[in-house]
């Protein structure tokens, strides 16, 4: 085999195993967090899931998700609520049919009127 294309073929090889190579994707919507343990990202392509309570399939990077009643905040139910974000995260499986964030690389909240004025977005719950 010729060095050149080495690297290439490697590259393809990595990323066809499941579970090796992840690309990273800003996803932007509202995140709820509407009971102890539950959270998840609703944007324009479905639901995410990024925690549920008893799960221990908890993303990589849960440790930094910020607490989203610092920002612009809606309580829902006592203490928990929704808010406007964007989530650079991994994710895995169809957000139509409720797909996972698998691993978290940062969190930035949003002003509410943000997702309010984009129509491609659910209302939150």
């Known amino acids: 085999m010729r060095p050149h294309l ?5 590259a ?3 990323m066809a195993l499941p579970g090796l190579a ?3 994707e800003n996803r932007c919507g509202w995140i709820q967090n509407p009971t102890p343990g539950n959270y998840w990202l609703d944007d324009r392509d479905g639901t995410w899931i990024i925690l549920s309570q008893g799960s ?3 993303p990589l990077g849960m440790e930094n998700f910020p607490d989203i009643s610092t920002g612009d905040y809606v309580a829902a139910n006592g203490n928990y609520g929704y808010t406007c974000g964007c989530i650079q995260a991994e994710t895995e ?3 139509r049919d409720m797909g996972r964030i698998t691993a978290i690389y ?5 002003p509410l ?3 309010l004025a984009d129509r491609s977005l659910p209302k939150p719950e």
């Not at 080495?6 to 490697?10: T, V």
């Open 56 to 58: 221990p399939d908890e």
């Open 12 to 14: 393809l090889s990595l």
């Open 93 to 95: 499986g169809d957000p």
């Open 113 to 115: 009127n943000k997702c």
């Open 22 to 24: 992840f690309a990273k």
């Open 106 to 110: 940062s969190v930035k909240l949003l």
């Open 6 to 10: 080495l690297s290439p073929i490697l």
